[in-house]
């Protein structure tokens, strides 16, 4: 008798429940960002840039694991907004992303939205840093394998 084909399931499936995760974390996001002005993928260059600061835009893009070329209608956008500045340094291939005052004063009504997200997950503080560290951990075991083993389900 031969080896049994294993039927591939939609509820078997990390990606899946990952993909299901991410749609209904940004789901929650988007009406509160909205209110703000900002997108979400807009909300994650200015996280970037109120964690660290000016940054040249090729560095935001792959802060953000982000082609060079997705960054750019971001910025372009936030700029638009007056939420920051783009300006080039003595090396005028590197486009400098800094924030403006009101880009700064920003980050207060995002840290309202950002909170109440938190509260629709029900997790406790230390449960969703654990979490977080591990989907990091699975995100840095998965790039840096080059591939996935074939007997595994994803």
Not at 32 to 60: K, N, R, S
Request: aromatic share 4%.
């Amino acid at each position: 008798m031969g080896a049994r084909k294993r039927r591939l399931r939609l509820d078997d499936q990390l990606c899946f429940a990952l993909y299901a995760a991410t749609n209904a974390v940004v789901r929650a996001y988007r009406p509160l960002l909205g209110e703000l002005g900002l997108t979400y993928p807009q909300y994650l260059v200015m996280l970037a840039l109120w964690q660290d600061g000016a940054a040249p835009a090729h560095t935001l893009a792959a802060r953000l694991q982000l082609g060079a070329s997705a960054i750019t209608p971001l910025v372009d956008r936030l700029e638009a907004a007056g939420l920051v500045t783009r300006a080039r340094g003595t090396d005028r291939r590197v486009v400098l992303v800094a924030l403006t005052e009101a880009g700064r004063r920003l980050e207060e009504k995002v840290a309202v939205a950002q909170q109440a997200v938190v509260c629709r997950t029900g997790l406790e503080e230390d449960s969703l840093a654990a979490l977080r560290q591990e989907l990091k951990a699975l995100a840095d075991r998965i790039a840096g394998s080059g591939s996935v083993p074939q007997d595994e389900t994803v």
